[in-house]
């Protein structure tokens, strides 16, 4: 009996420790995402910019007949093998969706791309970014913070860039991973407004900016960084909340047409039937052209012929599939031009 028990608590001892040991190896993955990131921020602050290379686009033309390439979960970096694994086990489908990299924001941004997706957690004082904590916290920004920093750097440095429009969708699943994740509620909603104001500064276009008006046009949207939400009514009701209007809020709203702050839209599947009245409304709509790694060429030219004016990929012409090369741009690799027939 002694013996059973004294085998019994090696085991539970040596699971204790492989835990242990797991979750440290992952949070060690998380730390270097930070460091890098850190390190990367330091660099960029005292180095040279690159030029500025921009799709010739007439500045008369309505910032809603602007039509861009986009990346999706612009921040990711692809989870080790064992970290896969671990999500393989709670969430299958999951993990082979997010086997894929992306540059760094800056090299994003100067290949052309002008328009992100960025994932925020909450943890009651400011924001990380992450697709699944713990498990899948590799990233090249993983603090939400220092991101925004980058990408107003980048803008300041790049005067006369075609406005960039970056959607952020609030993460509250898997909050069991990180005891630090707290919900997104009301303080959050204000902390969210204040440091994107804070960080990019007269670059940012707000809603006050737009009021109830037609949107501006391209040559008066350059050089300003504008942010919306993804498709979630709890942070929608949220941002309305004490704004009705969004007075004085950072981001915009994804609304339907019809409803007064409607102004964005989320449109994943490039053929919904919807999407002809929000064009005609002028609302921004964003949609896929590929989505968890799945592509044809017929996805890809339906969102490209769509006239959704926000086209999301994990392969922009800069980071191609490996084995068959696939991207998504217009003519020439082009990420950027006037929606079809509004020339």
């Known amino acids: 009996m002694k013996?059973?028990?004294?085998?019994?608590?090696?085991?539970?001892?040596v699971v204790i420790v492989a835990f242990a040991l797991l979750v440290g190896s992952f949070w060690f993955e998380g730390r270097q995402s930070r460091t890098a990131q850190a390190a990367r921020m330091d660099e960029l602050r005292t180095t040279e910019p690159s030029p500025l290379v921009e799709v010739p686009i007439d500045?008369?033309?309505?910032?809603?007949?602007?039509q861009v390439i986009g990346t999706h979960n612009s921040y990711n970096l692809a989870p080790t093998w064992l970290q896969t694994q671990v999500i393989s086990l709670v969430e299958p489908s999951e993990a082979p969706a997010l086997q894929y990299d992306h540059e760094p924001l800056t090299d994003q941004l100067d290949a052309g791309i002008r328009s992100l997706e960025l994932d925020v957690r909450w943890n009651g004082e400011d924001f990380s970014m992450s697709h699944v904590p713990l498990?899948?916290?590799?990233?090249?920004?993983?603090?939400?913070?220092?991101?925004?920093?980058?990408?107003?750097?980048?803008?300041?440095?790049?005067?006369?860039?075609?406005?960039?429009?970056?959607?952020?969708?609030?993460?509250?699943?898997?909050?069991?991973l990180d005891p630090t994740l707290k919900a997104y509620d009301a303080e959050a909603a204000d902390a969210l407004d204040d440091v994107i104001a804070d960080r990019l500064g007269a670059a940012l276009f707000t809603p006050d900016d737009l009021g109830d008006g037609a949107w501006p046009t391209v040559g008066e949207m350059r050089d300003r960084v504008l942010f919306y939400f993804g498709d979630n009514e709890a942070v929608h009701e949220l941002a309305l909340d004490g704004h009705p209007n969004l007075e004085g809020r950072s981001i915009f709203t994804s609304s339907k047409t019809g409803s007064p702050d409607a102004r964005f839209v989320i449109l994943d599947d490039p053929r919904d039937p919807a999407m002809a009245a929000d064009l005609a409304a002028g609302v921004i709509v964003r949609t896929r052209a590929d989505a968890d790694l799945h592509t044809s060429d017929a996805d890809r030219a339906a969102a490209l012929d769509s006239g959704a004016q926000l086209i999301s990929t994990d392969y922009p012409p800069s980071e191609p599939r490996a084995g068959d090369g696939y991207t998504v741009s217009f003519d020439a690799d082009a990420l950027a031009r006037p929606v079809p027939g509004t020339e």
């Open 3 to 13: 013996r059973t028990l004294k085998i019994l608590a090696w085991i539970v001892a």
């Open 59 to 66: 500045d008369d033309l309505p910032y809603a007949d602007l």
């Open 135 to 176: 498990v899948g916290n590799r990233a090249t920004s993983p603090d939400f913070g220092l991101a925004l920093e980058e990408i107003a750097l980048w803008s300041k440095r790049h005067e006369g860039h075609l406005p960039i429009s970056i959607m952020i969708e609030v993460k509250s699943d898997y909050m069991f």
